[in-house]
Nanobody, 124 residues
Framework: QVQLVESGGGLVQAGGSLRISCTASGGPFTGYIMAWFRQAPGKERAWLAG????????AYADSVKGRFTISRDKAKNTVSLQMNNLKPEDTGVYFC?????????????????WGQGTQVTVSS
């Protein structure tokens, strides 16, 4: 059974940086897509970025492109999201998600496995 555990959330000032990580177990993850979603207060969960476990391909939502970078470390079974130039509107609960499916889907319904989420708060 695939399990995902996020870590690294916290409070940061606007313009600052934060790195959050997701530790995955229950693999192997060949053929998997790994992604990050965010749920802002009062809003639905939104896709931010995704990467294939077995390649360097990555895709980003327009709202975070150029500021966020997704990466994976196969040796540590982790997927990380480096977030730079953070804005107050980046505040929310960040979720790691995974699915054994082709491409880089952005729909929440495409993902079978979810972490419990980690809170990121950006103060102005």
């Amino acid at each position: 059974q695939v399990q995902l555990v996020e870590s690294g959330g916290g409070l940061v000032q606007a313009g600052g940086s934060l790195r959050i990580s997701c530790t995955a177990s229950g693999g192997p993850f060949t053929g998997y897509i790994m992604a990050w979603f965010r749920q802002a207060p009062g809003k639905e969960r939104a896709w931010l970025a995704g990467t294939r476990w077995s390649s360097d391909y990555a895709a980003y939502a327009d709202s975070v492109k150029g500021r966020f970078t997704i990466s994976r470390d196969k040796a540590k079974n982790t997927v990380s999201l480096q977030m730079n130039n953070l804005k107050p509107e980046d505040t929310g609960v960040y979720f790691c998600a995974a699915a054994q499916t082709p491409g880089v889907p952005s729909e929440e319904s495409s993902y079978d496995y979810w972490g419990q989420g980690t809170q990121v708060t950006v103060s102005s």
